[in-house]
């Protein structure tokens, strides 16, 4: 079974930029949609932004224009760059890759934690 392992995160000021790695823990298929998730104390886990294989990108209303999503095929890794970093963002973000088979499957990274102080 093929892990998603996350890097990065930690914790900035309000302002600053963080950046989260992902990549599968061995060579894989490429993943048709991959992207990140992020979830806050006592709330919902909630879409932050996409990427397709083919390029496509959607990101959340809330992150636009602050945050920006990469992908390298070549080595299925996907990575966010964080900017203008707000305490709202604050969560533990979660690496997601979906691959279509037969069905959709779904991966997930462990989460990592991301805090930013005021």
């Known amino acids: 079974q093929v892990r998603l392992v996350e890097s990065g995160g930690g914790l900035a000021q309000a302002g600053g930029s963080l950046r989260l790695s992902c990549a599968p823990s061995r060579t894989f298929t490429t993943f048709n949609e991959m992207g990140w998730y992020r979830q806050a104390p006592g709330k919902q886990r909630e879409l932050v932004a996409v990427i397709m294989s083919d390029g496509r990108i959607n990101y959340a209303d809330s992150v636009k224009d602050r945050f920006t999503i990469s992908r390298e095929n070549a080595k299925n890794a996907v990575d966010l760059q964080m900017n203008s970093l707000k305490p709202e963002d604050t969560a533990v973000y979660y690496c997601?890759?979906?691959?279509?088979?037969?069905?959709?499957?779904?991966?997930w990274g462990q989460g990592t934690q991301v805090t930013v102080s005021s």
């Open positions: 997601n890759a979906r691959l279509l088979s037969y069905n959709w499957l779904d991966f």
